[in-house]
């Protein structure tokens, strides 16, 4: 086995690599600054070993298993997982899979990692472009034009013209549950994300005219995650936590929960930072809880409070996020909001 370590390797390469030091002396020059790491093999496989992890020179890239290069007219891909190396064939890529397992997983478990704990902004309400508030009680879906409106915009519609249209459209409401069903199918027929998850949600509770059947919400569910509406793997992932037309898999509910919340989807990030605090990873659930609570969420701020006062986060992390905490619940306010709230319509 050989311990290379790879940030040492890494650094050194970059270097000598922009010096155009040959690969016979940069093998040399790395062996000088690692021989204490233990190396167990003979010179040939490190020089193999070291081609493996980092097969470019400052001009060539090369396949990771045989070495063919780009100017040989070879069509190089990249690993699918880590995208460190790259392979001529699926041929090498089987062959070279045990050497490179290791630091595969664990630069595709990185990648995951920023992409997972990347802070998201938040969908604003079309028409007023104020940041739109979680909940069922503070936006309405419209089946009409297939978009999600703040509660203070439908309020001041009312208000102003008198009359029960959709704000963004002027289209008057579904006047059946056929007529709201059809609305949805067109849409869906579109391509709409949000419809799917709307339908979704009719057949999981037996509304508008249609059976309950939770099963078929699911599939809706995830088509609509896998179009882009982050709903729809959050409902999936309450799914799979409560056995609700599949049965109980707490690793998928997992999975879905952590896509919703790398669309921005701020309950499923706060739910997966509770999953991850049963499982006794705290720091990774305080990652959860203090970008959820940048983004408005009262209990990841709490969440994030117990955290600074355990010690999981420091006094500017915390301070960062009451600031941010602050910001974004100022940015959610309205007064056609507030109105609309203190009007008793939405609740």
Not at 75 to 88: F, G, T
Not at 96 to 105: V, W
Not at 232 to 247: A, I, K, P, Q, T
Not at 302 to 328: C, H, M, S
Request: proline content about 2%; charged content about 25%; overall charge positive.
């Amino acid at each position: 086995m050989v311990h290379l370590y790879i940030d040492d390797i890494l650094t050194y390469i970059s270097v000598f690599n922009a010096l155009s030091i040959c690969s016979g002396g940069l093998l040399n020059i790395i062996l000088i600054f690692i021989g204490r790491r233990h190396i167990r093999r003979k010179t040939q496989e490190v020089t193999h070993c070291t081609k493996i992890l980092y097969m470019s020179s400052a001009t060539t890239i090369t396949c990771a298993n045989c070495g063919k290069g780009e100017e040989e007219n070879v069509n190089l891909k990249s690993c699918n997982a880590c995208h460190m190396v790259k392979y001529c064939s699926r041929e090498c890529q089987v062959a070279h899979r045990p050497q490179h397992k290791k630091a595969c997983k664990k630069r595709a478990a990185e990648l995951y990692d920023e992409k997972l704990f990347k802070e998201v902004e938040r969908e604003e309400c079309p028409i007023c472009l104020v940041p739109l508030i979680n909940g069922y009680q503070t936006e309405s879906f419209m089946a009409c034009c297939g978009k999600s409106i703040c509660i203070g915009c439908i309020y001041a519609m009312e208000i102003s013209e008198g009359k029960d249209l959709c704000a963004f459209c002027r289209t008057p409401p579904s006047s059946s549950n056929e007529e709201q069903i059809k609305r949805l199918h067109k849409l869906m027929d579109k391509g709409n994300a949000n419809a799917f998850c709307s339908l979704g949600s009719c057949y999981f509770s037996g509304t508008h005219g249609l059976p309950q059947d939770r099963q078929r919400a699911n599939e809706l569910w995830l088509k609509g995650g896998e179009l882009g509406h982050s709903d729809g793997y959050y409902n999936l992932g309450m799914s799979y936590r409560d056995g609700r037309g599949v049965e109980m898999n707490l690793k998928r509910t997992k999975h879905y929960w952590e896509l919703a919340a790398m669309m921005g989807n701020v309950n499923a990030r706060v739910a997966a930072g509770v999953l991850e605090g049963e499982s006794i990873n705290h720091h990774r659930a305080m990652k959860h809880y203090l970008i959820s609570a940048k983004a408005g969420d009262e209990k990841a701020l709490k969440a994030i409070k117990i955290g600074f006062q355990t010690g999981l986060i420091t006094k500017d992390e915390y301070a960062n996020a009451l600031r941010k905490y602050q910001k974004i619940q100022d940015e959610m306010k309205s007064d056609a909001r507030e109105k609309a709230e203190a009007s008793g319509m939405f609740r």
